[in-house]
């Protein structure tokens, strides 16, 4: 079936540094993928809506300058978290389509977990 | 406009009883469903979907699913619990044939009891 690895699935960075978490679709092609954040005991709450080749679209009250997504192949989408506070800390995840027509689904990644100190 | 409630917040069962994990959605046009399983620490997994074919739908670990039209629910059910299905479960609605934009319910937390 479809995998979708996202690495890493940890990170302790300390405030004001960037840190990048990439997502990729190991046997299909994902035109669009998407990433979300998690919250401790609550749902995931949708960031952004990636594109191979244009800009993502994020949801409102999502920053765009300081949750940096790019999807440059159709295998790959990166978020990248630049000066990261204490707050950002949150399991981020990615997810991306599968299939075509009536058989597709949601592959999700497994997660990253990033703590700032 | 779609939407998902997810009637209990926790449930708890023994080990060998079924599981009943309640889902009630809205959606201004036909949906897909989807029930996702999420271990601590970990990405969702997909457990089972429905996209406009049987309205029973089988999934993994022995889970299945009804969809409702006419009580637009999509209860997820379990003859018999296990301890590893402990896990937050969710359930997922998004419009049929969409690319994208799944609407999450807030989870249900599966405990199960020796």
């Known amino acids: 079936g479809a995998v979708v690895s996202q690495h890493p699935s940890w990170v302790i960075c300390k405030s004001g540094t960037s840190v990048k978490i990439e997502c990729r679709s190991l046997?299909?092609?994902?035109?669009?993928m998407f990433w979300y954040r998690q919250f401790p005991k609550q749902s995931l709450m949708l960031m952004a809506t990636?594109?191979?080749?244009?800009?993502?679209?994020?949801e409102q009250g999502v920053e765009k300058d300081k949750f940096l997504i790019n999807h440059a192949s159709l295998t790959l989408s990166t978020l990248t978290v630049t000066s990261a506070h204490p707050e950002d800390s949150s399991f981020y995840i990615c997810s991306a389509r599968d299939g075509t027509g009536t058989n597709y689904g949601y592959t999700f990644g497994s997660g990253t977990r990033l703590t700032v100190v | 406009a779609q939407s998902v409630t997810q009637l209990d917040s926790h449930v708890s069962v023994s080990e060998g009883t079924p599981v009943l994990l309640r889902c009630n959605y809205s959606?201004?046009?036909?949906?897909?469903l989807f029930w996702y399983v999420q271990h601590p620490n970990k990405g969702l997994q997909l457990l089972l979907k429905?996209?406009?074919?049987?309205?029973l739908v089988k999934g993994i670990n022995g889970f299945e699913a009804e969809f409702k039209k006419s009580e637009t629910s999509f209860h997820l059910t379990k003859p018999s619990a296990h301890m590893s299905d402990a896990a937050e479960y969710f359930c997922?609605?998004?419009?049929?044939?969409?690319?994208?934009?799944?609407?999450f319910g807030k989870g249900t937390k599966l405990s199960v009891k020796p």
């Open positions: 990636s594109n191979e080749g244009s800009k993502a679209t994020y």
């Open positions: 046997d299909f092609q994902a035109t669009t």
């Open positions: 997922v609605v998004t419009p049929w044939g969409s690319q994208g934009n799944l609407i």
């Open positions: 429905y996209t406009s074919a049987a309205t």
């Open positions: 959606s201004s046009y036909s949906p897909s």
